[in-house]
T-cell receptor, first 116, second 112 residues
Framework: NAGVTQTPKFQVLKTGQSMTLQCAQDMNHEYMSWYRQDPGMGLRLIHYSVGAGITDQGEVPNGYNVSRSTTEDFPLRLLSAAPSQTSVYFC???????????????FGPGTRLTVT | EDQVTQSPEALRLQEGESSSLNCSYTVSGLRGLFWYRQDPGKGPEFLFTLYSAGEEKEKERLKATLTKKESFLHITAPKPEDSATYLCAVQAGVRSGSRLTFGEGTQLTVNP
């Protein structure tokens, strides 16, 4: 199993540009999430999905869109990049109970994004 | 609002010097508490999940415990390869979906 994969590993954008961060998992996990990690702020949840076709907002969703058309893929779209979106982005996936309690989350290697 | 506080922010140990990391939380209805290890430039790596007060889990030199207000990650006779940032996260509330709230982490350095 490849686990959770993310592309690209590094990206530099100019203010106002748009792009999509890719995330894929091959473990058939129903739960997938996107986090950003900033110094002194810890990991913060951007958006998450509890299954194909179902997404919801996390703690810091503004400026980001997601969709989940398949179990495997959960792309994160930056609509109009801003310097405040400079960060390291992690995708994660897991199994969970039918009531929504998560089991262990597997994280991808991250995408390091710089917006100038 | 769920809050997770980890202490200390940074910890330096000599090889073999046992210690504990703390994760205190204020949540409404804890569903699970998670410990992760993160090496520089990499994604967090899962260590433990604890679901109820009194629960304990062990893995090699690490032992995680849980009370109603906090969790401890005990490191026994650490080695330099245990150097990393240790993250604590909680899932709480009936309507939490798959939300995890993370602490800021404890940066552990083990000197040979």
């Amino acid at each position: 199993n490849a686990g959770v994969t993310q592309t690209p590993k590094f990206q530099v954008l100019k203010t106002g540009q748009s792009m999509t961060l890719q995330c894929a998992q091959d473990m058939n996990h129903e739960y997938m999430s996107w986090y950003r990690q900033d110094p002194g702020m810890g990991l913060r949840l951007i958006h998450y999905s509890v299954g194909a076709g179902i997404t919801d907002q996390g703690e810091v969703p503004n400026g980001y869109n997601v969709s989940r058309s398949t179990t495997e893929d959960f792309p994160l779209r930056l609509l109009s990049a801003a310097p405040s979106q400079t960060s390291v982005y992690f995708c994660a996936s897991s199994f969970g109970t039918s009531g929504g309690t998560l089991y262990e989350q597997y994280f991808g290697p991250g995408t390091r994004l710089t917006v100038t | 609002e769920d809050q997770v506080t980890q202490s200390p922010e940074a910890l330096r140990l000599q090889e073999g010097e046992s210690s504990s990391l703390n994760c205190s939380y204020t949540v409404s209805g804890l569903r699970g508490l998670f410990w992760y290890r993160q090496d520089p430039g990499k994604g967090p790596e899962f260590l433990f999940t604890l679901y109820s007060a009194g629960e304990e889990k062990e893995k090699e030199r690490l032992k995680a415990t849980l009370t109603k207000k906090e969790s401890f990650l005990h490191i026994t006779a650490p080695k330099p390869e245990d150097s990393a940032t240790y993250l604590c996260a909680v899932q709480a509330g009936v309507r939490s979906g798959s939300r995890l709230t993370f602490g800021e982490g404890t940066q552990l350095t083990v000197n040979p």
